[in-house]
Each structure stands twice: as structure tokens, then as C-alpha cells.
């Protein structure tokens, strides 16, 4: 598909689904729609595991942005999302900072110190770096202080999965598009990521949700400007996978 094509069908709200793909089975098919938000931002493939990227510009990508290097840490990157991801601290965080932007003003020093004396306990018992932790409180902490919570789903998730396993969705289109591992290899981790999202949530929806504040959660410690301007983005992108007939999200049920 030439580059006009491309944003002739960008322009369209449609989805870029590859003509000449290898047909995918109904659980590869589900296994991608974890992904999909990515997809629908991006203008990435439905239909296919690959970002399109040439596989040097994979490489560089996988590197900088996942500190993957080679196989072997593909496979540790993969299994970090499976286990922990950025669920695990949001699970320790998002109560706590909750708890203290929900309350009243008048105990909120006393909350905050609370919450500042229980993070240890809590991350060890989880097997989290503390101060990893404390740098996830705080910037969650400033994010809800900006009055960021607002442009945000409500009620916030119990957990921030979706987010999980969209990023590894994500991951291994780069890792297939820089073949690092074998293509059954990725589909597997996929399957992995499946089976964990499927009793986490009730409906895509809830899915979409709760990728949209993982993301705002993860970015709270990278550019917490940037935080109102791409929840926008990414809320347009569920929104669209949401209504739009020919969504993977509307052509399978959750």
C-alpha cells in the first residue's frame, strides 16, 4: 500500500488491514485486538503481527524504548509484562494517592504521611523496587494535585492490565518486525496475555479504560504535560475501536 493510499484511508477512520497477510485464527485474531488501540492511533495492521517498520528501524525502536537488544531479552521484557508490568505499582499506588486526592483537606498531611510510611512495607511484600515506588506515588500524586484525574475514565480501574498487555502486543510487532524470535514464539506470549486480560474485564470498553489510564500513569513519570493532550489521543483511539463497524472490537465479542 503506497504512502497516499495510506492517508486516503487514515482520513477515512478506517483500519489498515493488509491485503496480502497470512489469514490469522480466531485466537490470533483476539490476541491482536489487545493491541489495538496502538493500531487505531498508529494506522498499524488488524490483520497482521508487524508494525510495517523496516526491521533496522525495529532494532533502534526495541532499544531505546524497551532496552531490548537481543533474544534473550525479549523474552525478559515479555515476561515482566506477563507478571508484574506497571500493574503492580499502580495495584500500591493508585489507592493510597486516591485515598488522599478523594479526601478532605483537613487530614490530607496526615494521609499523605501514611501513605508515605506504608509504601515500603507494601512494595516489599510485592517485590517491588522502593524507590521505583515512590517515584510512581509521587508523580501519580502531582498528576491528581494538576487536576489530571479529570480528563481521565471514572471511576478509575481496579487495574491497569489492559495497559500490560496492549504494550506487549505492541512489543512483539517490533520484535517480529526486527525477528528476534520466532513468530509461534510471539503469538504464544500473545495467547499468555489473553487469558490474563479475559477475567480481568467485562466488555472492551472496560478494556479501553483501563488502557487509557495505564497509559496516563506511565507517563505521570516521563511528561506529566503531556498527560491531558495524549489521553485525548488515546481516548479518540478507544472511542473509534468503540463504534466504528469494522473495529476488531465490535466484530468480537469481548
Do not use: C
Not at 508490568?85 to 499523605?112: M, Q
Not at 501519580?140 to 491497569?160: T, V
Not at 505492541?170 to 525477528?179: E, P, S, T, V
Not at 520466532?182 to 480481568?200: K, T
Amino acid at each position: 500500500m503506497g504512502f497516499l493510499d495510506k492517508v486516503r484511508k487514515l482520513f477515512s477512520f478506517s483500519f489498515n488491514r493488509l491485503e496480502d497477510s497470512t489469514p490469522l485464527t480466531p485466537a490470533q485474531h483476539r490476541g491482536l485486538a489487545l493491541g489495538a488501540v496502538y493500531a487505531a492511533e498508529s494506522y498499524l495492521p488488524i490483520n497482521a503481527l508487524t508494525t510495517e517498520s523496516d526491521r533496522a528501524t525495529a532494532v533502534a525502536l526495541l532499544a531505546s524504548a524497551w532496552g531490548v537488544t537481543g533474544a534473550g531479552s525479549a523474552r525478559e521484557v515479555t515476561e515482566s509484562l506477563l507478571s508484574q508490568g506497571h500493574r503492580a505499582h499502580y495495584a500500591v499506588v493508585n489507592p493510597r494517592v486516591e485515598r488522599l486526592y478523594r479526601g478532605s483537606r483537613s487530614d490530607a498531611a496526615a494521609v499523605a504521611q501514611a501513605n508515605l510510611a506504608a509504601l515500603p512495607g507494601e512494595a516489599v511484600a510485592r517485590g517491588l523496587d522502593l524507590e521505583s515506588t515512590r517515584d510512581y506515588y509521587e508523580s501519580w500524586h502531582e498528576a491528581a494535585e494538576e487536576g489530571l484525574f479529570d480528563k481521565l475514565p471514572r471511576p478509575l480501574p481496579a487495574s491497569i492490565m489492559a495497559w500490560d498487555m496492549g504494550r506487549l502486543v505492541q512489543l512483539h510487532r517490533l520484535i517480529q518486525d526486527a525477528r528476534l524470535l520466532r513468530a509461534e514464539e510471539s503469538w504464544n506470549a500473545i495467547a499468555s496475555a489473553a487469558r490474563l486480560a479475559q477475567p480481568a474485564y467485562q466488555s472492551w470498553r472496560d478494556f479501553g479504560d483501563s488502557f487509557v489510564v495505564g497509559r496516563a500513569f506511565w507517563l505521570a513519570t516521563h511528561d506529566l504535560d503531556r498527560i491531558a493532550e495524549d489521553t485525548d489521543t488515546f481516548q479518540r483511539a478507544t472511542a473509534h475501536l468503540l463504534s466504528h463497524e469494522h473495529s476488531p472490537w465490535r466484530q468480537m465479542a469481548w
